[in-house]
């Protein structure tokens, strides 16, 4: 049986010079986590410089910790890595373009996916690479729509022209957003889709393990089609699934925690192996979500079929009460998790119902 396997991940700048994170390491192995992903490349730039990339690896190492690298590859829609922090840089790079919306609006901060911005990014992970990084892992923005039942991509004019090529006549963003086209519909969510996975398959070194990290209810609609990636990437992608309701309103209630388990039971019977399947068990803002609140959603993944708990909070870190949370219920947590069957996930039929 597949024994828990927690992950964490921090910033390799503040963890060389923030006593806060570096001194927190014993709390955290205490809790059982024993992989940290450092933070890498954000949207167009390093989130710290590689050499304290490369210190923050061997420190990690040294301690005894598996590490790995976890990119934000297209950049969110505003600050959703700490909206406390003003200094949080939310440009993206150099030469990359914005991504536009159905009604031709331009979405701040969010990045197309084009030849300059994949090459940019494959250089990126390159450089880790050659640190001796394994593991990738791309949050969650590695899609092209945003959160919502309707059929989304970025609509930007190099995109339309791109499509129009394709489908071989040209269409308007109303045309496919009003979706009474249903051929029109799957060809634009197969373009979306696929210039997913060609990143993946451009961004990912060779004999390295790649991760994308599937948005609430994510599917075909938002660019992310579960089925093409694993036929595309058989050996070397992981999968985050379920997401969304970070904090206590969002979570504890019934509608909201059925909502999550949803999400997670419909990915995790797309990706059909739930050893490659990975929680995310985020508190997001800072302190949204209780501690409490924070180990059931835990146990909730766990009665899903899940044992890699991802545990996210944006780039803020956790602080003692979370951690001596987690240290006082991981007996419990095991002991769930080595008695709970995985589940046997059937796939519902397709619906457009959000």
């Given at each position: 049986?597949?024994?828990?396997?927690?992950?964490?991940?921090?910033?390799?700048?503040?963890?060389?010079?923030?006593?806060?994170?570096?001194?927190?390491?014993?709390?955290?192995?205490?809790?059982?986590?024993?992989?940290?992903?450092?933070?890498?490349?954000?949207?167009?730039?390093?989130?710290?410089?590689?050499?304290?990339?490369?210190?923050?690896?061997?420190?990690?190492?040294?301690?005894?910790?598996?590490?790995?690298?976890?990119?934000?590859?297209?950049?969110?829609?505003?600050?959703?890595?700490?909206?406390?922090?003003?200094?949080?840089?939310?440009?993206?790079?150099?030469?990359?373009?914005?991504?536009?919306?159905?009604?031709?609006?331009?979405?701040?901060?969010?990045?197309?996916?084009?030849?300059?911005?994949?090459?940019?990014?494959?250089?990126a992970n390159l450089i880790?690479?050659?640190?001796?990084?394994?593991?990738?892992?791309?949050?969650?923005?590695?899609?092209?729509?945003?959160?919502?039942?309707?059929?989304?991509?970025?609509?930007?004019?190099?995109?339309?022209?791109?499509?129009?090529?394709?489908?071989?006549?040209?269409?308007?963003?109303?045309?496919?957003?009003?979706?009474?086209?249903?051929?029109?519909?799957?060809?634009?969510?197969?373009?979306?889709?696929?210039?997913?996975?060609?990143?993946?398959?451009?961004?990912?070194?060779?004999?390295?393990?790649?991760?994308?990290?599937?948005?609430?209810?994510?599917?075909?609609?938002?660019?992310?089609?579960?089925?093409?990636?694993?036929?595309?990437?058989?050996?070397?992608?992981?999968?985050?699934?379920?997401?969304?309701?970070?904090?206590?309103?969002?979570?504890?209630?019934?509608?909201?925690?059925?909502?999550?388990?949803?999400?997670?039971?419909?990915?995790?019977?797309?990706?059909?192996?739930?050893?490659?399947?990975?929680?995310?068990?985020?508190?997001?803002?800072?302190?949204?979500?209780?501690?409490e609140n924070w180990i059931?959603?835990?146990?909730?993944?766990?009665?899903?079929?899940?044992?890699?708990?991802?545990?996210?909070?944006g780039t803020w870190f956790?602080?003692?009460?979370?951690?001596?949370?987690?240290?006082?219920?991981?007996?419990?947590?095991?002991?769930?998790?080595?008695?709970?069957?995985?589940?046997?996930?059937?796939?519902?039929?397709?619906?457009?119902?959000?």
């Amino acid at each position: 049986m597949m024994k828990l396997n927690f992950t964490y991940n921090v910033s390799p700048r503040r963890l060389l010079h923030d006593k806060t994170v570096s001194g927190s390491l014993d709390k955290m192995r205490r809790a059982g986590v024993k992989t940290i992903y450092l933070f890498g490349y954000f949207y167009g730039s390093f989130e710290s410089e590689p050499e304290h990339i490369a210190k923050a690896k061997k420190v990690l190492e040294d301690e005894g910790f598996a590490t790995g690298i976890i990119n934000v590859p297209l950049g969110h829609g505003g600050n959703a890595l700490d909206p406390t922090d003003p200094n949080v840089n939310l440009d993206i790079g150099n030469g990359w373009r914005m991504t536009m919306d159905s009604m031709g609006r331009y979405r701040l901060n969010t990045t197309c996916i084009d030849e300059v911005m994949m090459e940019d990014s494959k250089k990126a992970n390159l450089i880790m690479y050659e640190m001796g990084f394994r593991s990738f892992f791309n949050d969650d923005d590695l899609r092209l729509g945003q959160w919502g039942p309707e059929l989304q991509g970025c609509f930007c004019n190099y995109c339309m022209d791109e499509f129009y090529s394709i489908v071989g006549r040209k269409v308007t963003r109303e045309d496919i957003v009003s979706m009474k086209d249903s051929e029109l519909c799957e060809a634009w969510m197969s373009y979306q889709c696929e210039k997913i996975a060609r990143f993946l398959l451009v961004t990912t070194p060779k004999g390295a393990r790649n991760g994308i990290m599937v948005m609430h209810n994510g599917d075909r609609r938002h660019g992310i089609d579960i089925p093409l990636l694993r036929k595309l990437m058989p050996d070397n992608l992981v999968f985050r699934v379920g997401e969304a309701h970070f904090d206590d309103n969002a979570f504890a209630n019934k509608e909201g925690y059925e909502s999550v388990e949803r999400s997670i039971r419909r990915h995790m019977a797309l990706v059909g192996d739930h050893s490659i399947c990975y929680s995310e068990t985020t508190c997001y803002p800072k302190n949204a979500l209780s501690p409490e609140n924070w180990i059931e959603k835990m146990k909730l993944e766990i009665n899903c079929g899940l044992r890699n708990l991802y545990l996210m909070s944006g780039t803020w870190f956790f602080e003692d009460p979370y951690w001596d949370a987690l240290e006082r219920a991981l007996p419990e947590l095991v002991y769930l998790a080595d008695t709970t069957a995985i589940p046997e996930y059937t796939l519902p039929e397709f619906t457009w119902v959000w």
